[in-house]
């Protein structure tokens, strides 16, 4: 077995101010990025891939490919890692899973991603409007769906109707290791989180459980380790890890950024533990090029 290099998780970090050379990349040229732009523009969409400005944005719209944010863009949690506003959420369009729908064909997508804001303030967290989106989407494209889900508080009345609609990827992230959860989570459980994974598993084996953790809160290499062992423990078939970037001073900070070899190490022992797909790398996020990692 070929020997892995081990670089500390918790060493000094460079400047959070000045982003390292491998977080440095040209933006795409070509004008499919604004038609993405402009089409969910005109059918009223949001896309966590604006709301929480992530920096792919650029490349996925350009590639004709969004992550759906359904339910508003207003969230009832107050996690310190998330741009996307919080406060108190207008009320569901009903709608929406038609206009969801309805941009997953204009654009052509063969796997559509659909997450939501967390909320909290709804009796079933909004797992109806879920399962009337994947449902909406799946009648109009016959695409592949993967979903990405709040806790729904671990009511697993929300959880089994989201399994309801038979989505081909059930997502939950764990963003952190428990350490980090009070102050990058707030009211999220890592327990909670746990025991979603493998309801979803239990209930469903045949739908692919996936999970994501942001890297370089400050986290050491042994909780990560941790964490995976408790995701394969859960049953959790699909991992991604990618470089956490805040999204402006007064969020949580980064304490580093790992170098790619270093998302690559990890990548391997992620492996080694059972996870049947692993992606790893300081741009990766929990949809990033979601179609051809679970269709790989």
């Known amino acids: 077995m070929q020997a892995l290099t081990v670089v500390a998780l918790d060493a000094p970090p460079p400047s959070p101010r000045r982003l390292p050379a491998w977080l440095k990349r040209p933006l795409p040229v070509g004008n ?8 969910l523009k005109e ?19 350009s590639r004709r490919t969004a992550t759906f944010m359904i339910m508003g863009n207003v969230c ?5 890692f998330c741009s996307v506003p919080r406060g108190t959420p207008e009320e569901l369009e009903n709608d929406e899973p038609e206009r969801v729908a309805e ?34 989407v799946r009648e109009r494209t016959g695409a592949a769906v993967e979903v990405l889900t709040p806790d729904f508080l671990g009511d697993s009345r929300a959880i089994d109707r989201v399994i309801e609609a038979q989505p081909d990827v059930f997502n939950h992230n764990t963003e952190t290791v428990p350490r980090f959860y009070k102050k990058v989570r707030g009211r999220a459980d890592y327990q909670r989180t746990l025991d979603l994974l493998a309801h979803v598993k239990r209930q469903a084996p ?9 890297l370089g809160l400050g986290e050491t290499r042994e909780e990560l380790l941790d964490v995976f062992a408790d995701l394969r423990a ?8 990618g470089q ?25 022992l992620a492996r ?19 179609d051809e990692m679970i269709h790989a």
Do not use: W
């Open 103 to 136: 941009a997953s064909l204009r654009l052509g997508l063969k796997h559509v991603v659909i997450t939501s804001v967390t909320r909290d303030d709804l009796p079933d967290g909004g797992a109806e409007h879920f399962y009337r989106c994947v449902l909406a």
């Open 32 to 39: 499919e990025n604004f038609y993405t732009n402009n089409l």
């Open 234 to 241: 859960a049953h959790c078939d699909v991992l991604t890890l």
């Open 244 to 268: 956490y970037l805040t999204p402006t001073l007064k969020h949580v900070p980064v304490a580093r950024y790992l170098p790619p070899e270093e998302f690559d190490e990890l990548a391997v």
């Open 272 to 290: 080694a533990l059972g996870f049947r797909q692993v992606a790893s790398g300081p741009f990766v996020r929990s949809s990033y090029h979601a």
């Open 206 to 214: 045949h739908i692919t459980t996936k999970s994501g953790l942001m």
């Open 76 to 80: 009832t949690r107050p996690c310190g």
């Open 43 to 61: 059918l009223g969409l949001e896309t966590v891939c604006e709301n929480a400005r992530c920096p792919n944005r650029p490349e996925c719209y």
